[in-house]
């Protein structure tokens, strides 16, 4: 960025594009330097109507240009994810055109490039920069209508089909809910949110209704937002059926009218108008602004700041929930997230571990591949396109472990992860852990049907790593090392174990596996953390926190899979003592004890300069045997947030001071 003025290099040289290249020249504060396609003709021609100095016939040379500081990213949606990541990469801050990417995973991905790079980086709903936007909201903050109640948004247009057109078209991610939809959603998430004096809120339930054509495309639905506290919002869109595009905001005393809610004027005198109770109708006025200069500005005032209060990224992220929920209400779903699609990676570039991934390994008897010291869990995951990101991002940091089990999500977990496995070809390079038998089927006939069924839907013949999910003491021990040896024998698991053993059956087990010479357990999943367990969250569960059990792994050295490596949170800020609102994480870990513990985290944290959560983890990894703590992330930033734990060294007077 120049002293003056934030230097632009626009990506694509559509319609939007020329919208913008027209009236970023008008700001004091931004200017276009360059401008990039996928051809250089179309790169001149676009340039010599915009007076533009730089031209590049490829979207790799516009992000190597070094007079540009931000890139504004306007090419079709599914593009948006591949070319964001990569001017992130190349050191450009970012405003990309809205929806930041089809699905609220692929944005999460985008958002994590620009924390990685430290870029900034906005989704581009201009109307959100406009004053008269910033005067609706802070009517509604100023109490003009009373209690706010119902928000009604519409933006819908008629076009004509075209099943080649992006607007219509599978995979240029058509419809009306991305292309237009997210501006009514927004625009009501605004007002919530200024409601009850936040920047925005986020609807506690969606539902919907509406019409999917012949292409797979939205061309018509209306959604209803509940948010908390009584207030609902219905919004509309389509493509191929217009509707009145205004928004109106009713509450106790009045309502507001916004004739112009996405465009405001564009650069001419704009109002809304305030009905109250007993008084005219009056029209507020708010200053003209250009949509797309106006877009710029706010970029080029938040630079330093990373992200805009005009559409943070919790607000992104916040809107795209809605846009996903509301594309399901209705089964609308892109050939491209469906369960059984071959997902590309976000950037299209293969999968490889970063760099300066920060993962350790280690090693499990019996498995002739390193095991990351982090596992991921595989339970979280609700979409092929959000597991694939979650599971794309750990191994980019070096993760090689994957933990899953026959009954998470009714076999989802499993289905998932092994579409991902297909996609990426990388079964040899990766560890499967897979678990069966969970009560009530925990005997050895479940093992081999749930075995064989957990193949198939992995997509795979064998798994790395096989756990008995609990243990059923009424059938004699032998009985499952039998069974469990045949399956090792066959090839189908490489080495086995326990989760929710009892640490005496599986001493049983062993001495019955030498005495007959079969294959040992060689692992066990039972729950360890800093915070010290005083019960379990479900039923069968078992931990071994206590003082025989740690005994027991330092003296037989056995791998420990521990699951809620993180107490559920206890480290987050999550556990205070005046907060029992978890009453699983109150029975499980609170004592005077655990808070102990998570003082002596924060002190060593803040001297270290990582957060508690590093700490917690830093300790079982510096336990005197081999530990692999899973970790169940929902987001990739959960998962950045988990890995400082790895480079964390602890003393051994640092490890007996945290549970001293």
């Known amino acids: 960025m120049t002293d003056t003025k934030l230097r632009w290099g626009i990506l694509g040289t559509g319609n939007i594009a020329a919208r913008f290249a027209s009236q970023v020249p008008t700001s004091p504060t931004n200017s276009v330097v360059a401008v990039g396609s996928r051809s250089l003709d179309s790169a001149n021609t676009f340039a010599d109507k915009w007076d533009i100095a730089n031209r590049h016939g490829s979207y790799d040379d516009l992000l190597a240009d070094e007079t540009v500081d931000a890139v504004y990213v306007a090419t079709p949606h599914p593009m948006h994810v591949e070319w964001a990541i990569k001017a992130a990469e190349a050191g450009k801050h970012v405003l990309c055109e809205k929806p930041l990417a089809i699905n609220k995973a692929w944005a999460e991905a985008m958002i994590e490039a620009a924390v990685r790079n430290d870029v900034f980086l906005m989704e581009a709903y201009m109307y959100r920069c406009l004053p008269q936007t910033k005067l609706v909201a802070q009517l509604v903050r100023d109490g003009e209508i009373g209690t706010v109640h119902q928000i009604q948004a519409t933006f819908a247009f008629a076009s004509a089909f075209r099943a080649e057109s992006r607007i219509f078209a599978d995979d240029l991610a058509g419809g009306g809910i991305l292309d237009v939809g997210g501006y009514p959603v927004s625009y009501s998430r605004l007002i919530a949110g200024a409601a009850i004096g936040q920047p925005f809120a986020d609807p506690a339930a969606v539902t919907a209704v509406g019409h999917v054509g012949e292409t797979g495309a939205d061309e018509w639905s209306v959604a209803t937002l509940f948010f908390e506290g009584g207030v609902?919002?219905?919004?509309?869109?389509?493509?191929?059926?217009r509707d009145q595009n205004q928004v109106r905001i009713f509450g106790s005393e009045g309502y507001l009218v916004i004739e112009d809610p996405w465009f405001g004027g564009d650069g001419e005198p704009t109002h809304v108008t305030l009905h109250k109770v007993g008084e005219e109708p009056r029209d507020i006025s708010a200053d003209p602004a250009l949509i797309y200069a106006a877009e710029a500005e706010a970029v080029a005032a938040a630079i330093e700041q990373r992200q805009a209060p005009e559409m943070s990224w919790a607000d992104t992220l916040g809107n795209l929930t809605v846009q996903d929920a509301w594309r399901a209400a209705i089964g609308q779903q892109y050939a491209s997230e469906r369960d059984d699609a071959i997902i590309p990676t976000t950037t299209g570039r293969p999968l490889k571990r970063r760099d300066d991934a920060p993962m350790t390994y280690g090693r499990v008897p019996g498995l002739d591949k390193q095991v990351s010291r982090l596992v991921m869990g595989v339970d979280n995951q609700q979409t092929l396109t959000h597991a694939a990101t979650i599971f794309d991002?750990?191994?980019?940091?070096?993760?090689?472990?994957?933990?899953?089990?026959y009954i998470y999500g009714r076999g989802r977990g499993e289905t998932l992860l092994g579409q991902w496995i297909t996609s990426r070809g990388n079964r040899d390079?990766?560890?499967?852990?897979?678990?069966?038998?969970?009560?009530?089927?925990?005997?050895?006939?479940s093992i081999t049907s749930q075995l064989n069924e957990s193949l198939e839907r992995l997509q795979t013949d064998h798994l790395d790593?096989?756990?008995m999910h609990r243990d059923n003491e009424e059938i004699p021990v032998s009985e499952f090392v039998d069974v469990m040896h045949d399956h090792y024998k066959a090839g189908r698991i490489k080495a086995y174990g326990g989760s929710n053993w009892s640490l005496e059956r599986f001493d049983e087990a062993n001495a019955y596996a030498e005495a007959s010479g079969k294959q040992p357990f060689t692992?066990?999943?039972?729950?360890?953390?800093?915070?010290?367990a005083y019960d379990v969250p479900w039923a069968g569960c078992r931990h071994v926190s206590d003082d025989e059990s740690q005994a027991w792994l330092r003296e037989r050295q056995v791998a420990l899979f521990p699951w809620s490596s993180q107490a559920r949170g206890f480290f987050t800020g999550r556990a205070k003592p005046e907060d029992r609102s978890d009453e699983e994480l109150v029975r499980c870990f609170y004592s005077d004890d655990n808070f102990r513990r998570l003082d002596r985290a924060r002190e060593l944290a803040a001297a270290k300069g990582v957060e508690p959560t590093a700490i917690a983890l830093a300790w079982l990894l510096h336990q005197p045997y081999p530990v692999f703590p899973l970790i169940g992330p929902r987001h990739i930033s959960e998962t950045r947030t988990s890995t400082p734990g790895?480079?964390?060294?602890?003393?051994?007077e640092e490890v007996a001071y945290l549970t001293a």
Not at 232 to 241: H, P, Y
Not at 429 to 445: F, R
Not at 523 to 532: E, G, I, M, P
Request: net charge negative; glycine share 8%; hydrophobic share 40%.
């Open 393 to 405: 991002d750990f191994v980019e940091r070096g993760g090689t472990t994957f933990d899953t089990a």
């Open 523 to 532: 692992l066990l999943s039972n729950h360890l953390s800093l915070a010290r």
């Open 646 to 652: 790895l480079s964390v060294t602890l003393t051994d």
């Open 232 to 241: 609902t919002a219905q919004v509309s869109t389509g493509v191929r059926l």
């Open 465 to 467: 790593l096989y756990l």
């Open 429 to 445: 390079e990766i560890v499967v852990i897979g678990k069966g038998a969970h009560t009530p089927h925990c005997d050895p006939e």
